[in-house]
């Protein structure tokens, strides 16, 4: 990590002399009439990288993954703001209002830009195998497993599990091997197995063995060889700002907020789906109605696909999606059950022999999906959220699945930006209950930005 970093400082020192010459050359149009600016622009990448040092931009926990760095890269650009409005005041200096808009606002918009092509790069290479830190695991097998497959699966996260020290290896017989890295029996040997294996990052899951006090000698032993220490509170797909640590009686508690379903940013989220919605329905209409059209054409049935699904609170409506199988698909879907490709309750099938030629280029660009635009107007569902199921998976659906239905189902959601119709029905089901746990205006925009990744890729679309 220490190459990307040297890389991101580059970076944001190239974004800084960008702004800083545009806006001089914005603001002045030559070398020659405001010297004092051009040196301005000239120390503004040194300014710039310092900002983000103090904002904690370089911070190696939080570059490459999350929003943490973006959120950070933001905060440098108002506190340099703010700083250079300050000190202009306090000296009484006639400092150029007109640079400092064009130069600031720009640097952090490029710097922006820059850190998310630099980011993409680093998970790239992660899905190679490389740029990763070295992990060893502790807990017991079952979680340490699950862990593992969850990093492996996530490759951006930049963690890979060399070996696992695991609590209950000895007492149950367990393998001395598990999915690919070695396991060690008992606790007591974890600063030797990181050692062994050069390990970056010490990941302690829940585990009744260890202690406050194991956990605290851990940490004194791992703070000779300046590995990194991670403990994973017994939280399932809990979101960051849900929880809070506050000390109670000299203990550090973990305070988990419950999720909201009603109150102000409920209403906030309505009406920006419906104002979203109507725009996305005005803008595409010539697209809807080149859509229309060539459906007709290629069967002469009809363009558009009616069907019954379940939304809030198991209510059901009418989907609109443009028709992309044979009139007769439902009646043949019977016969195709047994090529299932699908693993749970859903049915999937990578070569539906049922989709027609223009319904297999709508599904690879998920136009099919854009009627939906009128379901989320007319308020059956939200531009993000689950996955809207079909009457007959609801019903199959146990109590801890059912937890979908407290929110409106979505246009797109976590599934759609984590591999589609790749995704096992598990996958699926974790990934719509992490959504309704932790959504927010903010991760609706964040999906929202990634969809249109995803849909360009066109990866697990069938």
């Known amino acids: 990590m220490g190459g990307y970093r040297r890389q991101t400082v580059a970076a944001d020192g190239i974004c800084a002399l960008a702004a800083g010459l545009l806006a001089f050359e914005i603001r002045f149009n030559s070398p020659h009439g405001a010297p004092f600016y051009l040196l301005l622009s000239l120390t503004l990448p040194v300014l710039w990288v310092g900002t983000l040092g103090l904002a904690g931009g370089y911070d190696i926990r939080f570059i490459g993954v999350g ?3 973006f959120r950070r890269v933001l905060n440098a650009g108002i506190f340099l703001t703010g700083a250079v409005a300050f000190t202009a005041y306090a000296l009484h ?88 890295f070695p396991v060690i029996a008992g606790l007591g040997r974890v600063a030797d197995v990181v050692q062994r294996y050069d390990a970056d990052t010490v ?24 590995t990194d220490l991670c403990v994973a509170p017994a939280l399932l797909d809990v979101a960051g700002p849900r929880t809070t640590i506050r000390p109670v009686a000299g203990l550090p508690l973990l305070h988990v907020d419950h999720p909201e379903f009603t109150g102000t940013k409920q209403v906030i989220k309505d009406a920006f789906d419906k104002v979203l919605g109507l725009s996305a329905l005005a803008l595409l209409l010539p697209v809807f109605i080149a859509v229309a059209l060539a459906i007709r054409f290629s069967d002469s049935g009809p363009a558009f696909f009616r069907q019954t699904r379940v939304g809030k609170d198991g209510r059901g409506f009418t989907v609109y999606k443009f028709r992309t199988m044979v009139m007769d698909a439902e009646d043949r879907k019977a016969q195709l059950t047994v090529s299932n ?44 959220g689950p996955r809207p199921a079909l009457p007959d998976e609801a019903a199959r659906y146990g109590d801890y699945v059912r937890r979908r239905l407290v929110v409106k189902p979505g246009l797109t959601g976590l599934w759609q930006v984590n591999g589609r119709s790749d995704l096992s029905w598990e996958e699926s089901v974790r990934l719509d209950l992490r959504y309704v746990e932790n959504w927010s205006l903010v991760l609706d925009l964040q999906i929202l930005w990634k969809t249109a990744s995803a849909v360009m890729t066109g990866s697990g679309a069938y």
Request: with cysteine; charged share 25%.
């Open 203 to 226: 990941a302690v899951l829940a585990c009744p063995e260890m202690s406050g006090v194991a956990l605290r000698e851990l940490a004194w032993e791992l703070e000779k060889t300046g």
């Open 341 to 384: 490709d699908s693993d749970g309750v859903l049915f999937k099938m990578r070569k539906d022999p049922r989709i027609t030629a223009v319904g297999g280029w709508l599904r690879r660009w998920s136009l099919d999906e854009l009627p939906q635009l009128i379901n989320v107007v007319r308020g059956d569902m939200s531009l993000v």
């Open 93 to 180: 200096s006639e400092l150029a209002r007109g640079y400092v808009v064009a130069a600031l606002p720009t640097v952090t918009v490029l710097d922006l830009l820059a850190r998310f092509t630099i980011r993409k790069r680093l998970h790239k290479l992660r899905r190679l195998g490389s740029c990763m830190r070295k992990v060893v695991v502790v807990g017991h097998a079952d979680v340490v497993s699950d862990l593992a497959a969850m990093l492996r699966r996530e490759s951006y996260h930049g963690l890979s599990v060399v070996a696992a020290c695991v609590a209950d290896s000895a007492r149950r017989g367990g393998p001395e091997v598990l999915d690919g």
């Open 67 to 69: 929003s943490d760095e």
